[in-house]
């Protein structure tokens, strides 16, 4: 059965080098620790189908993706963790082999390419077959370095750029073309990631303190963290939160919702504005909400939503502080802000609700499809072993 989707490879760069220069032991734990914390970083719908040497090779069906804003995100996380641990392997090395002096010369880079395959078993192994498998994985033999001197990049195909919306002349973005054994000239697009993980050092900032507090609201929702963030950025889902009829956003930052944005939102006839001040991929957004008053002086409050991983799946919080402003407005304010403390906690119940629905019917078509996948491979390989049992014709 031939599938449409994402092919995703994570590649760790300088691995043939670093292993015939490093004694094995020490080289060999190091690349079982990073790929280790590359599959843990490939959270669903991704799903990791094969480790192949230094690579990690995962995909998803384009029905029930999530959006390209956080695909994008969950690859740059992965990005930053992997930095982060090669960081402090080189902070806390006390060793003097090769293998523990050479680990910063590693770094990671991504492939994702969007395409046609299918699934074939091998052992336990769910093999993924198809001329778009091919050309991904020929991708990883490329001119980018040679090109424009990255080492740690994204690589995006033309057909995954149109598939997941993204602007590929966006800032930071740079098109690149590269000439593919038995497939041609591609175009793709490539981003440097190590701008990603510099724009990412910085402490997790302050816009509050615990006496500016007005209220606190939280659902628990027993999904995975990614899941919750990915509805909570989506028009249908993020109006329940915020409780507006519809937004829309302004100045994004790279075809992306980020820190300077702009959220609109249309409640009836008021219009609700909210700056993003922070925006912490699968951790917190922190919005300035401008609350419609009369008078020239603003009266504003934050907002700040934070996921928390908990056991049971992911904790929503949602913090206001007391509004500021001049004193009529910011009490008259404070006190309808109170007043619907209560519909905003049901709100964020039927967000819950509502995403855990809509989750469930995602989940259950995938598996249906999956689960069909693998009565008609179970089919054909029994066949095949009743065929080769019989042998030639006439036995």
């Known amino acids: 059965m031939e599938h449409r989707g994402f092919f995703l490879i994570a590649d760790i760069t300088g691995y043939t080098t670093y292993l015939n220069e490093s004694e094995l032991e020490h080289a060999g734990q190091t690349l079982t620790d990073l790929l280790e914390l590359v599959v843990e970083q490939t959270r669903p719908p991704m799903t990791v189908t ?33 930095r982060r641990a090669i960081d402090l392997k080189v902070l806390n090395n006390t060793c003097k082999c090769q293998a523990c002096a050479n680990v910063s010369a590693l770094d990671l880079k991504f492939f994702v390419h969007y395409g046609s395959f299918a699934i074939q078993p091998v052992g336990n192994i769910r093999q993924l077959v198809g001329t778009d498998v091919n050309l991904v994985h020929r991708l990883l033999k490329n001119s980018v370095t040679a090109d424009a001197g990255l080492r740690a990049y994204l690589l995006l195909t033309e057909s995954a750029v149109d598939a997941l919306g993204v602007d590929s002349g966006a800032e930071g973005m740079v098109a690149h073309r590269e000439i593919v054994p038995d497939f041609g000239e591609i175009s793709v697009t490539v981003k440097d990631m190590h701008l990603v993980y510099e724009a990412t050092k910085q402490l997790r900032r302050t816009f509050y303190v615990t006496e500016d507090v007005l209220m606190t609201l939280a659902t628990d929702i027993p999904m995975p963290i990614e899941h919750v963030w990915n509805y909570a950025n989506q028009s249908e889902f993020r109006n329940l939160i915020i409780g507006s009829d519809r937004y829309e956003v302004l100045d994004r930052k790279e075809g992306r919702v980020a820190a300077g944005s702009t959220y609109q939102c249309y409640h009836g006839r008021m219009i609700v504005t909210q700056l993003v001040l922070d925006w912490l991929p699968f951790d917190r957004v922190v919005l300035q909400q401008l609350i419609p008053m009369p008078g020239r002086r603003r009266t504003q409050t934050i907002i700040d939503l934070q996921f928390e ?64 996948l693998s009565s008609r491979i179970e089919a054909a390989t029994s066949a095949s072993f009743e065929d080769n049992q019989a042998g030639p014709e006439g036995g």
């Open 309 to 372: 991983q908990i056991d049971e799946g992911t904790r929503l919080s949602q913090t206001a502080t007391k509004p500021t402003g001049p004193l009529f407005q910011r009490s008259l304010a404070k006190m309808m802000m109170t007043a619907r403390r209560g519909r905003a906690q049901a709100d964020m119940d039927e967000f819950r609700e509502r995403i855990v629905e809509d989750y469930k019917a995602h989940r259950q078509r995938r598996e249906t499809d999956r689960g069909f």
């Open 50 to 82: 094969q480790l192949e040497g230094d690579a990690v090779l995962s995909y998803a069906f384009a029905e029930g993706f999530v959006t390209a804003q956080t695909f994008l995100e969950r690859i740059e996380e992965t990005y930053v963790e992997f």
